[in-house]
């Protein structure tokens, strides 16, 4: 195989697959090849830390592509210009672990981190953040599977007219699967493993590789999902202060580019690291009432929420 080959897997788009219909590899295949992906990871550029760039406020969308948010940006009065930059890791877990490190200390002890995704229990340490507030804790969806963007968006309005706070951090859902707006994408048959351990076999990256479901319905199922989230974002942003502003991602979604689907970590294709860079900002207008809810710092079923979102 050529470098020229080479590069052309790592920056393939989603139109390709459609165009060529590049299909995933058989298992016995996957894990070395997902292996050597890991070791042409390691000679790329290593991304930009949240912590390199200048905000009071900052917004995660997890898992979301830099051109599917591209695709709606012109929707949103609150997106003056659509950039991107290359995320850390391809997987939450790995971000947060690459994110949230010994040097940034400082950093970490002026963020109170809102967080809507389940690996904050077993990639963080509340007692590096100025608060690490675990809203999937007491605030999960059970019929949706997930915590929806307006319960964070409530907390976060919330947190931001009762406290001072230096740097605010709210980590949204979407547009991680499950897809809420397109519920028939969304798990039907158990939560049954495949034999990496990986993901449940009724996943939709899952169910895309065996061709149960078409790329373009899956396509459409996340963009609703990330416009699901940003009509929220948009609601916060009416609802808050902060002067500096940045709406990013953790990692996007392979589409079949090259054998890959969903987000395995440590991958260096454009699909999984290249990630939407926003620079607005917020002004608190009062349009929104939001309801108190009630804070649990108790433990949760941490294992079947990360099954409910495609993991182990």
Not at 131 to 156: G, Q, S
Request: proline share 4%.
């Amino acid at each position: 195989m050529n470098m020229g080959s080479i590069r052309n897997w790592l920056g393939g788009t989603v139109t390709e697959v459609r165009e060529h219909g590049v299909g995933g590899l058989d298992s016995l295949w996957r894990q070395p090849y997902y292996k050597f992906l890991h070791q042409v990871d390691r000679v790329r550029d290593p991304g930009v830390s949240i912590y390199d760039l200048d905000w009071d406020l900052l917004i995660v969308l997890d898992a979301c592509r830099y051109d599917l948010f591209c695709e709606v940006a012109d929707d949103y009065d609150f997106v003056p210009s659509t950039d991107s930059i290359r995320s850390l890791d391809s997987m939450t877990p790995a971000w947060m672990e690459r994110t949230f490190v010994e040097e940034r200390y400082r950093d970490m002890a002026e963020t109170y981190y809102l967080c809507g995704n389940p690996f904050s229990q077993k990639k963080l340490d509340a007692e590096d953040f100025e608060e690490l507030d675990e809203i999937w804790k007491y605030a999960w969806n059970d019929e949706h599977d997930t915590v929806t963007p307006d319960t964070l968006t409530d907390r976060c309005i919330n947190i931001g007219r009762e406290q001072d706070t230096d740097r605010l951090l709210v980590h949204y859902m979407q547009p991680h699967w499950p897809f809420v707006p397109a519920m028939n994408l969304t798990n039907q048959g158990g939560m049954e493993l495949d034999e990496f351990g990986t993901y449940n076999k009724d996943e939709v990256w899952e169910r895309l590789r065996r061709g149960e479901v078409s790329a373009e319905d899956v396509w459409e199922g996340y963009r609703d999902n990330l416009t699901y989230a940003l009509d929220s974002v948009e609601v916060l942003l009416e609802n808050i202060d902060a002067e500096k502003v940045i709406i990013t991602s953790d990692h996007g979604n392979a589409f079949g580019e090259y054998g890959v689907y969903g987000h395995p970590m440590h991958m260096p294709l454009s699909s999984l690291r290249s990630v939407p860079y926003v620079e607005t900002t917020a002004t608190d207008e009062g349009t929104r009432e939001p309801e108190k809810m009630q804070v649990s710092r108790r433990s949760s079923d941490v294992e079947g929420q990360l099954r409910a979102l495609g993991y182990q």
